[in-house]
């Protein structure tokens, strides 16, 4: 009988080993999808800012063809941008739990946060107190420029 308990105590303890190292993989897998489509919004965000500088007189969606983006760069589908009055809005609809929050932190900027029913939210959910043009979709992240 004790054969058997030591048995299941071995058990248990392999159990729990695995679904940890199951439990960091996937937390590990989270973090690397988060910080490439940081990387993402970002390189687009500076190309999208670049052309509103550029041209402070267009008004709307740039298409990316009109973007000085890098060769090399891939678009994630979720990427859409409008230029209002100067300013560019970047913005990201995939809803990626963290990348307003990992985006605020590379940035140091507090122009990133989710757009709350035309309202900016930043990560930590305060009122940024600025207005969103009704084009940026609703539960994006956004990056103003």
């Keep these: 009988m004790p054969l058997l ?8 303890t392999i159990t729990f080993l695995s679904n940890s190292d199951q439990q960091r993989q996937e937390r590990n897998t989270v973090y690397a999808d988060v910080t490439a489509a940081s990387v993402n919004v970002l390189v687009y965000r500076n190309a999208v800012a670049n052309f509103a500088s550029s041209n402070p007189a267009f008004s709307g969606t740039v298409s990316d063809t009109q973007l000085a983006l890098p060769s090399w760069y891939v678009k994630s589908a979720n ?20 990348l307003a929050g990992e985006l605020a932190r590379r940035t140091e900027s507090v122009n990133v946060g989710t757009n709350q029913n035309g309202v900016l939210l ?24």
């Design 5 to 12: 308990w030591v048995l299941l105590v071995v058990m248990l």
């Design 79 to 98: 990427l859409g941008n409008y230029i209002s009055a100067g300013i560019s809005y970047s913005f990201y609809t995939g809803g990626l739990p963290g």
């Design 122 to 145: 930043a990560p930590n959910m305060a009122n940024m107190g600025v207005t969103l043009p009704a084009q940026i979709p609703n539960g994006s992240v956004v990056l103003i420029q």
